[in-house]
C-alpha cells in the first residue's frame, strides 16, 4: 500500500500522541465526492472511528454514507472551521471534497493550521488524454470562456449555424458562460440553474454514474460540437470522454486549482485509510 505524496510537513505526522487501542478517534470528513462518502462508509465499518460527514448543501437530496453523522451547511469560512473543529473535539480531517471545491480545501488548511489537527486531502487523479482525443486544456473557467468564445467564432465564419456545445462544468458556472450569446448550449446538472444563463441554453437534468452509450446518444442527439468539462477525474462522469473520442469531436478541458500548499496528499481511499490509521492521533476520548 502506497503512503500518501506528501507535498509538506505542515499538516503531517502525529502532533498529538500516538494511537490508544479501544479509543474511538474522530474524523471530519469533507464530502461531496464519491470517494468521501466511501471512506466514511469504510471507517464507520472498520471500527474505532466516530465519523462525522459534512456537506455543503447544494443538492437537495444528496447521497450520503451509511451509519455516520451528517452535517450540512458551509461553516462561516476558516474561523467557523476552526471553532467548530475544537466544539466538536476533532481528531482529524480528511478534504473529500470535489477537486474544483477550492475554497473549501483552502479554508481547511487554514482551520487545521490554526487548530494544529493534520489534515489529508483525498483527491482522485485528474483525467488523461488518450489517442484520438483532441483536447484544449485551459487553465481556469475564464480561459475555457475565452476559448469556446474563439472556437465558435472560428466555426461561425465557416457556417452559418450556431456552433453547439455541451457543457458538463456545473450550474454554479453557468453565468460564466452568460455573455456567449452565439453558441448553443446543452448543460446538465443535478439541479437546475438559478443564476445568469448564456440565452441560448437547454438544461438536461441527471446525476452520475453516466455511461459510453448515454453519452454517445446524447452527443449525437444534440449535434454537439465541442465539450466542455473541469478535470474532475474519477469513473461517474469520465464516459463523455470516450464517446467525444469516438464521435471526434474536441474537447477543453479546464485543469484543476492546485491544492493548498504544504497538505497532505491520498489519491485513493485505501492510501487515506492506511494513512488515517497509522497517522491520525486520539484525544483520548473513549
Ligand atoms: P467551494 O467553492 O470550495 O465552497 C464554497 C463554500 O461552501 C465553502 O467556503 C464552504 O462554506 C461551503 N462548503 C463547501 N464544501 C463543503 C462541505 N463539504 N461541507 C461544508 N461546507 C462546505 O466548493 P463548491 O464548488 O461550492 O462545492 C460545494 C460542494 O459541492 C463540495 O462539497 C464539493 O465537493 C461538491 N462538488 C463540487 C463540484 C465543483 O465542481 N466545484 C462538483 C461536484 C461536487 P464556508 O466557507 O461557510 O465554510
Not at 505524496?5 to 502532533?15: C, I, K, Q, V
Not at 471507517?43 to 455516520?68: F, Q
Not at 481528531?91 to 489537527?117: K, Q, W, Y
Request: proline share 8%.
Amino acid at each position: 500500500m502506497r503512503h500518501p505524496r506528501s507535498r509538506g510537513t505542515a499538516s503531517s505526522g502525529n502532533r498529538r500522541g500516538g494511537r490508544a487501542t479501544g479509543v474511538r478517534r474522530q474524523v471530519l470528513v469533507l464530502g461531496g465526492t464519491g470517494e468521501g462518502r466511501r471512506l466514511a462508509s469504510t471507517l464507520v465499518a472498520a471500527g474505532g472511528w466516530r465519523v462525522l460527514y459534512s456537506l455543503a448543501g447544494r443538492v437537495r437530496e444528496p447521497a450520503v454514507p451509511v451509519s455516520c453523522a451528517v452535517r450540512v451547511g458551509g461553516f462561516g469560512g476558516p474561523e467557523g472551521l476552526a471553532a467548530f473543529l475544537r466544539d466538536e473535539r476533532i481528531d482529524v480531517i480528511v478534504d473529500a471534497t470535489h477537486p474544483f471545491a477550492a475554497r473549501m480545501s483552502a479554508s481547511a488548511a487554514t482551520a487545521a493550521s490554526a487548530t494544529g489537527l493534520p489534515l489529508l486531502m483525498l483527491r482522485r487523479p485528474g483525467w488523461r488524454e488518450q489517442p484520438g482525443d483532441t483536447w484544449h486544456r485551459v487553465r481556469s473557467l475564464p480561459a475555457a470562456v475565452d476559448l469556446l468564445a474563439d472556437f465558435t467564432t472560428a466555426a461561425a465564419s465557416q457556417a452559418d449555424v450556431a456552433p453547439r456545445v455541451f457543457l458538463t462544468t456545473g450550474r454554479t458556472d453557468l453565468a460564466l458562460f452568460a455573455s456567449l450569446h452565439r453558441p448553443w448550449f446543452l448543460s446538465r446538472s443535478v439541479e437546475p440553474p438559478d443564476g445568469p444563463t448564456p440565452p441560448h441554453l437547454t438544461v438536461v437534468l441527471d446525476r452520475a454514474p453516466f455511461d459510453v452509450a448515454g453519452e454517445t446518444e446524447l452527443l449525437r442527439r444534440h449535434a454537439i460540437d465541442v465539450v466542455v468539462t473541469k478535470d474532475s477525474g474519477g469513473t461517474m462522469t469520465a464516459a463523455k470522454l470516450t464517446a467525444a473520442r469516438d464521435l471526434s469531436l474536441p474537447v477543453i478541458m479546464i485543469d484543476r486549482p492546485p491544492p493548498p500548499p504544504g497538505v497532505l496528499l491520498a489519491a485513493t481511499i485505501d492510501d487515506a485509510v492506511t494513512w488515517l490509521t497509522t497517522h491520525a492521533p486520539t484525544s483520548g476520548r473513549g
